[in-house]
Protein backbone atom coordinates (compact mmCIF):
# COMPACT_ATOMS: atom_id res chain seq x y z
CA UNK A 1 0.00 0.00 0.00
CA UNK A 2 2.59 2.38 0.91
CA UNK A 3 4.48 1.83 -2.35
CA UNK A 4 1.28 2.70 -4.57
CA UNK A 5 0.64 5.92 -2.64
CA UNK A 6 4.56 6.38 -2.95
CA UNK A 7 4.19 5.81 -7.26
CA UNK A 8 1.14 7.59 -6.92
CA UNK A 9 2.14 10.79 -5.11
CA UNK A 10 5.41 10.68 -7.38
CA UNK A 11 3.56 10.42 -10.55
CA UNK A 12 1.17 14.05 -9.72
CA UNK A 13 4.99 15.85 -8.72
CA UNK A 14 6.12 14.78 -12.13
CA UNK A 15 2.70 16.17 -14.00
CA UNK A 16 2.79 19.35 -12.15
CA UNK A 17 6.41 19.72 -13.16
CA UNK A 18 6.18 18.97 -16.54
CA UNK A 19 2.82 21.38 -16.87
CA UNK A 20 5.05 24.03 -15.59
CA UNK A 21 8.23 23.15 -17.91
CA UNK A 22 5.58 23.62 -20.69
CA UNK A 23 4.41 26.80 -19.92
CA UNK A 24 8.11 28.06 -19.45
CA UNK A 25 8.82 26.67 -22.98
CA UNK A 26 6.10 27.95 -24.56
CA UNK A 27 6.68 30.95 -23.47
CA UNK A 28 4.50 33.36 -21.09
CA UNK A 29 4.24 36.46 -23.08
CA UNK A 30 6.09 39.83 -21.26
CA UNK A 31 4.76 39.91 -17.91
CA UNK A 32 4.45 43.78 -18.96
CA UNK A 33 2.08 43.44 -21.10
CA UNK A 34 -1.72 43.84 -20.29
CA UNK A 35 -4.55 41.15 -19.08
CA UNK A 36 -6.25 40.93 -22.12
CA UNK A 37 -10.27 40.85 -21.16
CA UNK A 38 -12.20 37.84 -23.27
CA UNK A 39 -14.35 40.54 -25.06
CA UNK A 40 -11.84 41.40 -26.86
CA UNK A 41 -11.97 39.23 -30.33
CA UNK A 42 -9.42 37.78 -32.21
CA UNK A 43 -9.94 40.14 -35.13
CA UNK A 44 -9.90 42.91 -33.01
CA UNK A 45 -5.81 41.95 -31.86
CA UNK A 46 -5.13 40.43 -35.17
CA UNK A 47 -6.44 44.22 -36.62
CA UNK A 48 -4.25 46.13 -33.65
CA UNK A 49 -1.16 44.07 -35.00
CA UNK A 50 -0.94 46.52 -37.95
CA UNK A 51 -0.23 49.38 -35.79
CA UNK A 52 2.61 50.24 -33.68
CA UNK A 53 0.62 50.64 -30.76
CA UNK A 54 -0.36 46.88 -31.13
CA UNK A 55 2.94 46.06 -32.02
CA UNK A 56 4.28 47.26 -29.15
CA UNK A 57 1.17 46.68 -26.84
CA UNK A 58 1.71 42.49 -27.34
CA UNK A 59 5.55 42.71 -27.74
CA UNK A 60 6.01 41.70 -31.15
CA UNK A 61 9.53 40.44 -31.52
CA UNK A 62 11.97 42.39 -33.87
CA UNK A 63 11.10 41.66 -37.54
CA UNK A 64 9.19 41.91 -40.53
CA UNK A 65 5.70 41.13 -39.74
CA UNK A 66 4.68 38.57 -42.05
CA UNK A 67 1.41 36.84 -40.88
CA UNK A 68 -0.07 36.06 -37.30
CA UNK A 69 -2.62 33.40 -35.86
CA UNK A 70 -4.20 34.91 -32.79
CA UNK A 71 -5.97 32.83 -30.90
CA UNK A 72 -8.81 33.50 -27.86
CA UNK A 73 -10.16 30.32 -26.05
CA UNK A 74 -9.93 28.11 -29.68
CA UNK A 75 -10.93 30.92 -31.38
CA UNK A 76 -8.28 31.84 -34.33
CA UNK A 77 -7.76 34.53 -36.87
CA UNK A 78 -4.92 34.55 -39.38
CA UNK A 79 -3.83 37.67 -40.79
CA UNK A 80 -1.60 38.19 -43.32
CA UNK A 81 0.65 41.88 -43.26
CA UNK A 82 3.34 41.42 -45.76
CA UNK A 83 4.23 38.81 -48.35
CA UNK A 84 6.30 36.25 -47.40
CA UNK A 85 9.98 35.78 -49.07
CA UNK A 86 10.86 34.28 -52.49
CA UNK A 87 13.48 32.42 -52.69
CA UNK A 88 15.70 32.68 -56.05
CA UNK A 89 16.21 29.19 -57.43
CA UNK A 90 20.13 30.42 -58.70
CA UNK A 91 21.32 30.95 -55.17
CA UNK A 92 22.20 28.13 -52.23
CA UNK A 93 21.06 29.82 -49.64
CA UNK A 94 17.90 31.08 -48.95
CA UNK A 95 16.35 32.65 -46.01
CA UNK A 96 12.57 31.83 -44.93
CA UNK A 97 10.58 33.06 -42.14
CA UNK A 98 10.94 32.64 -38.49
CA UNK A 99 7.87 31.33 -36.26
CA UNK A 100 7.47 32.67 -32.30
CA UNK A 101 4.31 32.04 -30.09
CA UNK A 102 3.58 33.68 -27.53
CA UNK A 103 0.60 33.12 -24.94
CA UNK A 104 -0.88 35.69 -22.96
CA UNK A 105 -3.36 36.30 -19.97
CA UNK A 106 -7.14 34.62 -20.51
CA UNK A 107 -6.30 32.20 -23.16
CA UNK A 108 -5.30 34.25 -25.27
CA UNK A 109 -2.35 32.78 -27.85
CA UNK A 110 -0.47 34.65 -30.90
CA UNK A 111 1.62 32.74 -33.25
CA UNK A 112 4.16 35.28 -35.52
CA UNK A 113 6.00 35.22 -39.04
CA UNK A 114 8.74 37.03 -39.00
CA UNK A 115 11.07 37.68 -41.57
Known amino acids: MRRVFAVAAGLAALGTAATIGATAAIGAGDPDVPAVTTAVTPQQIADSLATNAGRSL ?55 ELV
Do not use: E, R, W
Open 58 to 112: YDVPTGTLVSATVCVASNCVTKHYAAAPTCNPSVATCIGTAMVAQKYANAVTITF
